[in-house]
């Protein structure tokens, strides 16, 4: 017989585990059926490189989720679950090929003196943007938890229009259109302030003339010294080993090594398809008597349906969901910190090398024509600045994320055969600007695009993102029109993940949207 369920969660990623643990705290009867043999998706801590030293494979900063709903909802639980978050009071700098940094601190006093150090032109700027932070973060923070289109959506534009009037609305609108580059040059004069800043979009897949990366950058630039960065004691994992444990101690299930072949589906009251449940490779069938929530890439869908609803022009479309350039991760296991020619860098969780704009947008150009960028664009983490733990003692480890690599390579080359020579270039770059760096290397790990999509089927091509983030698909657009408010054009099958609404990271936002319109 059949095993049976209210709500099937397919995926474990932060938005399948965020709406299960809310749905199983509130009395659902609910399972979690991952195809991979642990439980996280985008989320993995593992000793990679040599014993001792613990890496997060994908994403750290943990800041999205410290910020958002499930954390707001559940963070006593997960406490008592064992996760804890650590504060940085140094989230971000950039460091620039002249040995100068511009470093942005929790405490805004101080981020003013580094910034006065180096563009003592953009402080004025500087200060009068971190004061419409202030005014706008309420607004744009309810936006980005409400769904798309809501009554609650509309309730925020509302009260924003009653605090900011008419032209203050159409100031935010067109930070949500801006491109970086279109945003920095009307604030900023100095090109390493521009770059502080543009450096953001781009992990996201905001190159500097991409319309839509200014309003990602703001929050993160900006907001970073009002919001800070976090990290998970003992790495990420400690939070999907948390969430797991909760959905565990409220009667749920979260089963590895189980991959959904099908979701089953049966004709609607409305003459259309309606979700019964699903099936496992290997044959087994567990149905939903509630719902089935999806937190698999839009775009792989279709392949998870009968063959006569895939082929419907409805679910079709899902399948033009782009994905947003490939990503790279190098994970290195070393002596000490790096030699940063800037030495405060070394007190920094993230360091950004663009090092300016124009070289952030050939880097993009590059990648979307299939060519390897000259200057790739990176983010250095260093966690152990925050969580010595992460390693023993005295030692380091560094997170490296290489932003904005092309998803097919234009000469007939292979990501596996060249990965490890491009990571060599990206150390080489790093050298630079930290010289004597290779020397204290204990170890490296290369993860290449095809690499990540190794580890999950939903990073198409090592896209990190779950889809392109540019207007065309997203906020009401996300993924595809059709496909909007977390539901599959399908009854009882309802979407969450980095491919709907509010997008990629880890706030489990989508997640907990779905678990809204389900409890
Ligand atoms: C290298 C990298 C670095 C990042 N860094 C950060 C960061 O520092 N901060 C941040 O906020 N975000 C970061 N991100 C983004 C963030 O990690 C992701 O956007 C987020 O974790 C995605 O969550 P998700 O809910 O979409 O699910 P995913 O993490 O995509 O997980 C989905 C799960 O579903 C499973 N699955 C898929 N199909 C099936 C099936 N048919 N049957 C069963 N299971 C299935 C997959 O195996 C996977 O485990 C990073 C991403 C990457 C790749």
Redo the contacts with the bound molecule.
Sequence with gaps: MAESKEVVV?????????AAALLAVSGKKVIV????PV?????RTEEITAPGFRH??????????AGGPVMAQLGDQLAAHGFSLLPSAKPFCSVYPDGSMIGVEADASATVHNLAAVAPEDVHAWEELTAKLGIWAPFLIGTLGSDLPSVAAVKTLWKAHRALGTTGIYELVKLALQSTRSFTDENFSSPKTKALFATWGM?LDFAPDVSGGALFSFLETIGGQLFGMVIGEGG?SSLVDALVSVIEANGGEVRCN????QITMAESKRKGNRATG?V??GGAVITASRAVV????PR?MPA?FPASVAAEPAIKRVEKFQPGLA?M?IHVALNDLPPWTATEARTYNYVHIGPYVDDMAMTYADAAAGRLPHSPTLVI?QPTITDPGRAPDGKHILWI?VRMLPLDLADDSHWDDIAEDYADRVMAKIEEYAPGLNSLVIARTV?SPPD?ER?????IK?????GSHHPSQFFFLRPVPGWGRHRAPVDDLYI?????WP??????S??AMVAKILK
Excluded: P
């Excluded at 999806?294 to 890439?297: A, E, G, I, L």
């Excluded at 969450?496 to 709907?500: H, I, L, N, Q, S």
């Design positions: 397919i995926g474990s990623g932060i938005n399948g585990l965020s059926l991952e195809s991979n439980a996280g998706g985008a989320i997060d494979l994908f994403a750290m900063n943990l800041g999205l989720f992990h990420a189980s991959r959904v072949e699903v496992l490779e999806s937190n698999v890439n792989l998870l990503t991760m983490g994320q993860m990540l580890y999950n089927v939903n990073l090592g896209d990190s993102l779950g969450c993940g980095a491919g709907t997008g990629g990271g880890v706030g489990g989508s997640g």
